[in-house]
């Protein structure tokens, strides 16, 4: 497992409405994450269906289209030790419902179709995602934290 291990996060429509970007972000941030990439999204389905290709076909898929259009979108990389897998287990099941208090859905959010945020499933899923919505690549620095998070 490498340090350099990159997720994509990202804060869906609801999220950004209810003004939860912030504690969103603040979440990886106090976990130890490097955030090495940020910006403000309002998606077009078309990109949307893209991101989603995986699902194209599923019930409820035109509704996540439009879900995740409805507003902006804060798309973020995280870096850091374990990234992708501990991202999911910070952002809880997908229905929140069954997401432990603790995780960002459990604390957050009661339904699927608004559970205010995203997270890459799987290290190749994120190279693609990350491609996807930064295709103007990452930043690269070393964080001030580096040696007291990491085992350097
Ligand atoms: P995730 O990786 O945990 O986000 O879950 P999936 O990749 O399976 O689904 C992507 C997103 O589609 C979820 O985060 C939900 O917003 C939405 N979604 C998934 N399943 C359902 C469902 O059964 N009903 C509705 N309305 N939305 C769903
Ligand atoms: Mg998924």
Not at 14 to 28: H, Q, S, Y
Not at 114 to 131: F, L, M, Q, Y
Request: one cysteine or more.
């Amino acid at each position: 497992m490498s340090t350099k291990e990159r997720t994509f996060i990202a804060v869906k429509p609801d999220g950004v409405m209810r003004g939860l970007v912030g504690t969103i972000i603040a979440r990886f941030e106090q976990r130890g994450f490097k955030l090495v990439a940020l910006k403000l999204v309002h998606a077009e389905p078309a990109f949307l269906e893209q991101h989603y290709a995986d699902l194209k076909g599923k019930p409820f898929f035109p509704g996540l289209i439009k879900y995740m259009s409805s507003g902006p979108v804060a798309a973020m990389v995280w870096e850091g030790l374990d990234a992708v897998k501990t991202g999911r287990a910070m952002l809880g099941a997908t229905n929140p419902l069954a997401s432990a208090p603790g995780t960002i859905r459990g604390d957050f959010a009661l339904v699927v179709g608004r559970n205010i945020c995203h997270g890459s499933d799987s290290v190749e899923s994120a190279e693609k995602e990350i491609k996807l919505w930064f295709p103007e690549g990452v930043v690269q620095y070393t964080h001030a934290l580096n040696e007291w998070v990491n085992e350097v």
